[in-house]
């Protein structure tokens, strides 16, 4: 299978260096620093106490190195997105030759809104039924170690899949996958494994990059869990309302989580939330903390906590602790507010949120 990655990073790494090993012929898109290390000694691997190169790999700064002519084949069966979610509209432009050709789109992101915004670029702009998109949600932490090699922190997870585009299959997806060493499993309706998959996102993110606050400490604060709870059960409610139920995802039981934030007291809920989600990570900060500290100008809250007040917006709900996450968030990514305002503060960042 000819499988083109777009947007290699961590998880692009992760997964295009295991489909190669398992004999698929893959070509990573990537900034020119990877694509450098990649060509000079292939896509590497930490796992199990060893790293392990994938040679048999091309590596390309540019999706437009790529596009056919009207006279050549499409180089690629499949394209996979692991770009953050607030790329996937430009990705989804350059790749758009290439799904005109055929190649289906599977969109491997965290948050909610990156295959909506894929399905509502290359459907507008492609020819009318040849936009065939799928999701994915891959529940494995991994790290960046130097430039063309990753580092895998952690082993319980694996890949959910499900289709986006009515009608279509996911079983080639998950062959692929599984003969590439990833548990898998299937999902009818794309949005239950992506909004389940936010549930595990948004604890202990936010508020971990607000404060610059490693989550295991964030949950040992009484109020900052009080503020967790609250989102969670927000974003719990939001689904109901949609009409989404929370699925087990590789490695996580979701729904047995969720009964958790309805039921149990703090005082039994807040060691195992500590041991799933921070032992879940590996130990590594969260992903909206990284982007705060590279001094990002863009921050995928807007698909985590946003998405959450969003929907919301739209079914006329409340849900005052995502927004307030998700605004104080944005207002130090933007630069309204000064990091340093909040950083160490938990007062200020429950005071915005009103606890």
């Known amino acids: 299978m000819r499988i083109l990655i777009v947007g290699a990073g961590a998880i692009g790494s992760l997964v295009g260096n295991r489909l190669a090993r398992a004999g698929n012929d893959v070509t990573l898109v990537g900034r020119p620093t990877y694509v450098d290390a990649v060509r000079e000694r292939g896509v ?15 590596a390309v700064v540019n999706v437009s190195q790529l596009i056919p002519t009207p006279t050549t084949a499409s180089p690629c069966d499949v394209i996979v997105f692991t770009m953050k979610a607030y790329d996937t509209a430009e990705a989804a432009a350059q790749v758009l030759p290439l799904v005109r050709q055929g190649a289906p789109v599977l969109v491997m992101q965290n948050g909610v809104g990156g295959e909506e915004i ?6 507008r702009r492609a020819h009318a039924g040849q936009a065939t998109i799928f999701s994915a949600v891959i529940t494995l932490a991994v790290e960046v170690v130097e430039p063309g090699v ?18 279509r299959a996911v079983d080639f997806l998950a062959r692929i996958f599984r003969e590439a060493g990833f548990k898998v499993s299937a999902y009818s309706d794309h949005r239950a494994p992506k909004w389940s998959k936010l549930l595990l996102n948004i604890l202990g993110n936010a508020s971990a990059a607000i404060l610059g606050w490693p989550p295991d400490r964030v949950f040992a604060d009484p109020g900052l869990f009080a503020l967790e709870r609250t989102a969670f059960l927000e974003a719990l409610s939001v689904m109901r309302a949609m009409g989404v139920r929370p699925v087990s995802l590789p490695g996580y039981p979701v729904p047995l989580l969720a009964w958790g934030f309805r039921t149990l007291p703090d005082r039994l809920l807040r060691p195992i939330l500590r041991r799933i989600i921070a032992g879940g990570r590996g130990g590594k900060m969260p992903s909206l903390y990284l982007d705060l500290a590279r001094e990002r100008r ?58």
């Open 298 to 355: 863009r921050s995928e809250v807007e698909f985590l906590n946003g998405a959450v007040v969003r929907y919301a917006t739209e079914l006329g709900m409340d849900v005052p602790a995502n927004e307030a996450l998700y605004t104080t968030l944005m207002s130090i990514v933007e630069g309204e507010n000064h990091w340093e305002a909040y950083r160490d503060r938990p007062d200020e960042l429950l005071s915005a949120a009103g606890v």
């Open 150 to 167: 990753v580092h895998l922190l952690t082993t319980r997870g694996g890949v959910g899949l499900a289709p986006v585009t009515p009608g």
């Open 44 to 58: 590497g691997l930490e796992e199990g106490g060893q790293r392990n190169y994938a040679t048999n790999v091309r």
């Open 118 to 123: 894929a399905t509502r670029v290359l459907t």
